[in-house]
């Protein structure tokens, strides 16, 4: 089992940044791919972005290409999304989620066993 608890959300005027943190509990962190995710009022949820368990890989949805940054600590069982240039479209509640050990990196909601709680961030033009 892992858990997964965000924190860094918060309300920034368009332009600003944000860095989300999110730390896992359990054994099986350092061999488990990690994603974010996030959800507007309305809407389904979105592949932010992804890192693979080594932190060699990473993809992002085009929306937050060259915006955005994962990166993770296996050390301290943490994973990161540094946010630039936030965009009032960029609002939403943003997830942590975690796939099971030992797989690639996945785009997919589907592809992850397990979620945070969520961390709203606004963004106001």
């Known amino acids: 089992q892992v858990q997964l608890v965000e924190s860094g959300g918060g309300l920034v005027q368009a332009g600003g940044s944000l860095r989300l943190s999110c730390a896992a509990s359990?054994?099986?962190?350092?061999?488990?791919?990690m994603g974010w995710f996030r959800q507007a009022p309305g809407k389904e949820r979105d592949f932010v972005a992804a890192?693979?368990?080594?932190?060699?890989?990473?993809n992002y949805a085009d929306s937050v290409k060259g915006r955005f940054t994962i990166s993770r600590d296996n050390a301290k069982n943490m994973v990161f999304l540094q946010m630039n240039n936030l965009k009032s479209e960029d609002t939403a509640v943003y997830y942590c989620?975690?796939?099971?050990?030992?797989?690639?990196?996945?785009?997919?909601?589907?592809?992850?066993?397990?979620w945070g709680q969520g961390t709203q961030v606004t963004v106001s033009s």
């Open positions: 890192i693979s368990w080594g932190g060699s890989i990473t």
């Open positions: 989620a975690a796939r099971l050990p030992l797989t690639g990196t996945s785009t997919i909601v589907g592809g992850y066993a397990y």
């Open positions: 359990g054994r099986t962190f350092s061999t488990s791919a």
